[in-house]
């Protein structure tokens, strides 16, 4: 066997992006396959690295199972879940570019949740919480919060073209913050006055940028166009 | 030298944003009081938010359910180690607990007969009432409703990316200390916190990291809640007690310690081999997972282990058997949806479709020990409260007292939001008596020092590696089976770990420095193993999730005890704490149904083909009745381990 092909079978090349003080920093990194067949995931990369190479290298991980929602990078310019995506030889591993980068691969993530503060669960519920959700309810709520429908979204894109980004929170909203409002607005346990404020709170968000935008794409599978964007058009009374 | 610290002022700092801290957040900032809200992982990312999102609420199911009989069941199910105090109130406040969640947005299924939460068909394991209900997107549910807690209203300020460095306390004439606040290392803003504040609720989660990758728990696990609090003064009670899952994936390495199968779902004919194909534990859907998990390490050490340092789960004679072998595979797909989904995807066909072996290991699941506390979460010493840590309360599996040696079914989430609650209220209570209490600046200060310290420490360590000589030396030696010699040997590797400690090279930036996040929690990981040796040296026998190699069996009818332990003076003490026992009666039936349960198992063995056939085809028939559904089992439940039931 000639030695590249041997090498192939033993090792893994990638770039891992590095980050300190507002520079970028490419680091290759040759990760060793534990058997010739397997395919690692983005974190187990990550977690090699950090042993063999890179002892202070900042990633974020928690459940390992495509659970917690906190591990998402960049791959190849492209968001995934690090503890689920198979990677290939030459890819490249960076922070998510859709926010701003703390360290390494760490990026902050609490100007979002930041954006809504205050701004759910206004206008009181119903006393009974013995009604049951619909089906839309509960595909919202199968939401993992990894941030990865933030790509290429027009409307979170102008929080770092119009406004500062180091301000506390996000002017501007995103697919995950309208899926919050729309989890509202299908909450059967929600007074009329409630889902009518989380609809004037996406408007704030800036709602509008919605109706030039092809649809955003979620990181597990649900339906943003359809059961978000669509219906938070159609009661905001911007699109039939 | 010169420290930058910002100074903060809050009536209540709550650690860790899974359901325990969350509940407590929510609950103390209702009763007034200003609340921060501080953990190092992102908002509502917890073991809360990964659970299968099972939750007790009493009478759910079974209009004759009693908080006797919950209570009782906890009881019995943690070998008579829980405190009925505090099983008591798990079981007054199941359903107001339960109901805080619905009003954050968990919509659980109606029943139409009872109009209310629809519980699962059959009371769960080790429950005597149907009382379990189970939720769709299973944890993400309650996370979404964490969440929503703390992002709603105004009323709670959170810091997301924030390390605990330690709590600040004063020290009485009598040793009493009491809670000034802490200092925290705000990672995300590169900042020093100096947070003045009179109560503190522990809710950081368990110690499962100290066993990485051997765990399907969050890595943020890393004992936080046990080592800060033990630092601080408190005491610890049954801090051997660790629930391991024994039928976890050993490879590939991206689903290493996930979780792929629970003693019941290997199901009636299931046995464990070893790597030469002897059978090494039979009738394993009957066994403890304590003795499923010392079967397969004892093969290890044997020398008899497979490649990744397992056994292998044979469940190939459920699937040959002609007519009950069509149930099975259902019956293992649908009783534990989220385990077979990683088997799925982490072995090839032939062994998902069970026609081949397993591979598996054990993985950290939950830690029953912890601080301990009152029924209000209140930390406590043998004088009660007057001589625990004063102003610090603590909740969720940072607490100790509510499941001893074993946990039942559904109650984990449960447990988060009754004693979050709880303490939450009554840390809100107790601070309204500090209102214009002056601040000893020193005091801070000294602590802050030690961090200043650390900055730009010279060295040729690296804690992020060093982090990985502990994972494995805990698994080795405090891992599912322990014997005092390891146990020694444990205590010398951390002893050795300490004066590397010294010699750990530490950046000095305060903007997200990984190496000093790594070296904090180090430090949290050693501490709370070395807590851990004491307390599983004293406990010279097995009981629940402690198995001693060297040890006879603790009797159920001996005098129950807790293990206590405690840092006095940088020394650590330990003790036992006695226990009030279930009546004798109780016992004795339980240990007769116990043996008459074995006995059965080994006569449907011994059965000829046709016979055993058609019991274990109607036996599949009862449990997945007209819909031909097995109901979902949580891990780490008693039902998931029959073997651990312990119901009359």
């Not at chain 2, 999730?545 to 005890?561: L, T």
Request: hydrophobic letters at 35%; charged letters at 25%.
């Amino acid at each position: 066997m000639n030695e590249r092909l041997q090498n192939s079978l033993e090792y893994l090349n990638v770039t891992i992006i590095t980050h300190k003080e507002g520079t970028d920093l490419p680091t290759k990194f040759k990760y060793k396959k534990r058997s010739q067949k397997e395919k690692p995931m983005a974190l187990d990369i990550l977690l090699q690295a950090q042993e063999k190479q890179l002892p202070d290298l900042a990633f974020r991980y928690g459940c390992r199972a495509r659970n917690c929602g906190v591990c998402t990078i960049d791959i190849n310019g492209k968001p995934r879940i690090a503890c689920r995506a198979v990677v290939r030889e030459g890819d490249e591993l960076k922070a998510m570019s859709t926010l701003p980068v703390i360290t390494d691969l760490i990026v902050r993530r609490d100007q979002i949740s930041r954006q809504l503060k205050g701004k759910i669960y206004e206008g009181g519920r119903k006393n009974d919480l013995n009604l049951e959700a619909s089906e839309d309810y509960h595909e919202l709520t199968s939401c993992i919060e990894c941030y990865a429908c933030l790509d290429k979204c027009p409307m979170h894109e102008k929080n770092f073209s119009e406004t500062k980004s180091d301000q506390d929170c996000f002017q501007w909203g995103n697919p995950f913050s309208l899926l919050k409002l729309q989890t509202i607005a299908t909450d059967p346990v929600s007074t009329v006055a409630r889902k009518e404020a989380a609809v004037s709170a996406a408007l704030e968000l800036g709602l509008e940028t919605c109706l030039d935008c092809p649809g955003c794409k979620c990181g597990v599978g649900i339906d943003l166009k359809g059961k978000v964007i669509k219906p938070l058009l159609q009661t905001s009374k911007l699109a039939d | 030298m010169n420290i930058d610290l910002e100074w903060r002022h809050f009536d209540v700092l709550v650690i860790g944003s899974g359901g325990a801290g969350t509940n407590a957040a929510e609950s103390a900032a209702k009763a007034g009081a200003s609340v921060l809200l501080v953990a190092k992982d992102p908002l509502s990312a917890s073991d809360t938010k990964i659970s299968e999102g099972i939750a007790t609420v009493r009478a759910s199911g079974s209009e004759d359910d009693t908080e006797e009989a919950l209570s009782e069941n906890l009881k019995i199910a943690g070998s008579d180690l829980p405190v009925e105090e505090i099983t008591s109130a798990f079981a007054k406040d199941s359903q107001t607990a339960y109901d805080k969640y619905r009003e954050n947005g968990l919509r659980p299924e109606i029943s139409s007969i009872t109009k209310g939460p629809n519980s699962l068909p059959l009371p769960m394991g080790g429950h005597t009432r149907r009382r379990s209900v189970g939720h769709k997107n299973s944890g993400l549910a309650f996370g979404h409703a964490n969440w929503n807690a703390i992002v709603k209203e105004n009323k709670i300020e959170y810091l997301e990316d924030c390390w605990v460095i330690d709590l600040v306390t004063s020290e009485n004439s009598d040793d009493i200390r009491t809670v000034e606040g802490a200092i925290v290392y705000d990672a995300q803003k590169g900042r020093i916190l100096a947070i003045r504040s009179p109560s503190v609720v522990m809710a950081a989660g368990g110690l499962s990291t100290l066993y990485f990758p051997k765990t399907d728990t969050m890595r943020g696990n890393t004992g936080d809640s046990y080592a800060i609090a033990a630092r601080a003064g408190a005491e610890l009670v049954d801090m051997e007690q660790t629930q391991f899952l024994p039928f976890c994936l050993t490879s590939p390495p991206s689903f290493e310690g996930l979780l792929g199968g629970e003693p019941v779902t290997a199901s009636y004919l299931g046995v464990l081999r070893d790597k030469n194909n002897k059978v090494i534990l039979d009738g394993v859907y009957l066994r403890t997972r304590a003795e499923c998990s010392a079967a397969i390490m004892k093969a290890v050490e044997n020398g008899r282990g497979t490649p990744n340092g397992g056994a292998y789960l044979d469940m190939r004679a459920n699937k040959k058997a002609p007519k009950s072998g069509t149930y099975f595979m259902k019956f293992l797909q649908n009783s534990l949806p989220s385990a077979y989904n990683n088997v799925r995807q982490a072995m090839n066909k032939k062994e998902a479709q069970c026609d081949e072996l397993w591979e598996v290991r054990p993985s950290a699941h939950y830690m029953m020990g912890g601080i301990r506390v009152d029924e209000n979460g209140q930390s406590i010493g043998d004088k009660n409260s007057n001589n625990g840590v004063q102003g610090l309360y603590a909740a969720g599996q940072a607490m100790g007292g509510l499941f001893g040696a074993n946990r039942l079914g559904s109650t984990s989430l449960t447990e988060g939001a009754v004693f979050g609650s709880r303490a939450g209220f009554a840390a809100a209570l107790y601070s309204r008596n500090f209102n214009n209490n002056e601040i000893n600046k020193d005091l801070f200060l000294k602590e802050a020092y030690k961090l200043n310290d650390l900055l730009g420490q010279r060295g040729t360590n690296h804690a992020s590696q060093l982090k990985i000589q502990v994972q494995k030396e805990c698994w080795n030696n405090l891992g599912p089976i322990r014997d005092k010699k390891r146990l020694k040997k444990t205590q010398q590797f951390i002893s050795r770990c300490r004066k590397d400690l010294k010699k750990v090279r530490i950046g000095k930036n305060l903007l997200w420095n990984q190496s000093l996040i790594e070296y904090l929690e180090l430090v949290n990981m050693i501490d709370t193993a070395e807590l851990m040796t004491y307390a599983a040296l004293e406990r010279d026998g097995s009981v629940g999730g402690h198995v001693r190699a060297d040890c006879k069996d603790i009797s159920i009818f001996s005098k129950p005890y807790s293990t206590k332990v405690k840092v006095r003076k940088s020394h650590i003490e330990v003790s036992k704490i006695d226990r009030k026992r279930t009546e004798l009666k109780k016992l004795v039936e339980f240990k007769f149904k116990e043996q008459k349960r074995f006995l059965e198992a080994k006569l449907l063995r011994l059965l000829p083909m046709r016979f055993k056939d058609a019991i274990i085809e109607k036996r599949y028939k009862k449990i997945m009745g007209s819909k031909n559904q097995a109901p979902p089992i949580e891990p780490g439940s008693i039902e998931a381990a029959v073997g651990e039931q312990k119901v009359l």
